[in-house]
T-cell receptor, first 114, second 112 residues
Framework: EAQVTQNPRYLITVTGKKLTVTCSQN?????MSWYRQDPGLGLRQIYY???????DKGDVPEGYKVSRKEKRNFPLILESPSPNQTSLYFC?????????????FGEGSRLTVL | DQQVKQNSPSLSVQEGRISILNCDYT??????FLWYKKYPAEGPTFLIS?????DKNEDGRFTVFLNKSAKHLSLHIVPSQPGDSAVYFC???????????FGGGTRLMVKP
């Protein structure tokens, strides 16, 4: 089954404790991306990757890091989480460019930073 | 400043009637527009899209209209069904094709 898998789905952590949210897709997609969803703000792009070893900032990259060492994986790293990073996070993947191609989303990871 | 806006945070419609969800954008470089649907505890799923060279695209009960001069698009659902109750996001892609900008979402409730 074609899917985007994120882990963990739920996480409560404390300020400053490094964490990683993993994302994996099995569709051989070149494009992968991370979004955060906040009330009234919709989904805002954090980082995206056009292919292996190619990553770029989205609209809200501050406080986040990513890496794309393999085509299927695109982890999101919070080196020193802060309460304003409490949010619902989505990973997504697609073919090389987004025109005409849908973006496939994972089920989301709800992160709470105390 | 949000480049894609959905000014109605919620919409309530009776089953069988038409649902109209609206979206406005400010960036004239946007080239392609999409609607996504999101149920609670799930990721968004693609619903329908439209290229900037068209003004209408239809897929079953769903139709998207694009008015480029007004920088406005709308999603029509006819007839509305209770299973359509979800949050709907409009989104836009620029000519580089590498970034998707979302609106804030509209929660649609279809009452039986």
């Amino acid at each position: 089954e074609a899917q985007v898998t994120q882990n963990p789905r739920y996480l409560i952590t404390v300020t400053g404790k490094k964490l990683t949210v993993t994302c994996s897709q099995n569709m051989n997609h070149e494009y992968m991306s991370w979004y955060r969803q906040d009330p009234g703000l919709g989904l805002r792009q954090i980082y995206y990757s056009m292919n292996v070893e190619v990553t770029d900032k989205g609209d809200v990259p501050e406080g986040y890091k990513v890496s794309r060492k393999e085509k299927r994986n695109f982890p999101l790293i919070l080196e020193s989480p802060s309460p304003n990073q409490t949010s619902l996070y989505f990973c997504a993947s697609s073919t090389m460019f987004l025109w005409g191609g849908e973006l496939f989303f994972g089920e989301g990871s709800r992160l709470t930073v105390l | 400043d949000q480049q894609v806006k959905q000014n109605s945070p919620s919409l309530s419609v009776q089953e069988g009637r038409i649902s109209i969800l609206n979206c406005d954008y400010t960036n004239s470089m946007f080239d392609y527009f999409l609607w996504y649907k999101k149920y609670p505890a799930e990721g968004p799923t693609f619903l329908i899209s439209i290229s900037s060279i068209k003004d209408k695209n239809e897929d079953g009960r769903f139709t998207v209209f694009l008015n480029k001069s007004a920088k406005h698009l709308s999603l029509h659902i006819v007839p509305s069904q209770p299973g359509d109750s979800a949050v709907y996001f409009c989104a836009a892609i620029g000519r580089a094709g590498n970034m998707l900008t979302f609106g804030g979402g509209t929660r649609l409730m279809v009452k039986p």
